[in-house]
T-cell receptor, first 108, second 113 residues
């Protein structure tokens, strides 16, 4: 079975402070990990995926297979980062399991 | 390129009724997935269709069903509605590479009274 855990429902940080959204997963094979984001009044969209190893909007995420984690990080939070963030895991064939989400609130 | 389109956007039903939701994927996408989104549970996977075949299924009762047509458009049906079925139902289409990258629609918000 595949499972994704996001322990924080809400994360509040001040503008300019570092951000770390936690994600742990459970999967017996080699998963693909993703972060999706939903801004207010917008549809859910892909932010980044671990195989791309890229930085999107200043966010990065490193897959740690030993700790089965895929935490999302940004060194300096911006107000426009306020959104709902979902960690997701794919075991293949488009079966994507999502975590329960973390609401990021950036305080001006 | 048009995005994923879901209809209707909002609907209200009463307990015991049934509902059908529709999803048109991005042109060229053959995979369509359905999710139920609620404040407490987040996104829960319902099922995924690829080329008219159900390829994956989540842990929902048999009241939840779906199908996909030859043009990749998909419908999901919920019969004998319960109050707990009130949720935002999201459809997502997948590209050709099976990478797990999903493109979501805006959802159909179902309220069961």
């Amino acid at each position: 079975a595949q499972r994704v855990t996001q322990p924080e429902k809400l994360l509040s940080v001040f503008k300019g402070a570092p951000v770390e959204l936690k994600c742990n997963y459970s999967y017996s094979g080699s998963p693909e990990l993703f972060w999706y984001v939903q801004y207010s009044r917008q549809r859910l969209q892909l932010l980044l995926r671990h195989i791309s190893r890229e930085s999107i909007k200043g966010f990065t995420a490193d897959l740690n297979k030993g700790e089965t984690s895929f935490h999302l990080k940004k060194p300096f939070a911006q107000e426009e980062d306020s959104a709902m963030y979902y960690c997701a895991l794919s075991g293949g064939y488009q079966k994507v399991t999502f975590g329960t989400g973390t609401k990021l609130q950036v305080i001006p | 390129k048009a995005g994923v389109t879901q209809t209707p956007r909002y609907l209200i039903k009463t307990r015991g009724q049934q509902v059908t939701l529709s999803c048109s994927p991005i042109s060229g996408h053959r995979s369509v997935s359905w999710y139920q989104q609620t404040p407490g549970q987040g996104l829960q996977f319902l099922f995924e269709y690829f080329s008219e075949t159900q390829r994956n299924k989540g842990n929902f009762p048999g009241r939840f069903s779906g199908r996909q047509f030859s043009n990749s458009r998909s419908e999901m049906n919920v019969s004998t509605l319960e109050l707990g079925d009130s949720a935002l139902y999201l459809c997502a289409s997948g590209g050709r590479s099976n990478t797990g990258e999903l493109f979501f629609g805006e959802g159909s918000r179902l309220t069961v009274l």
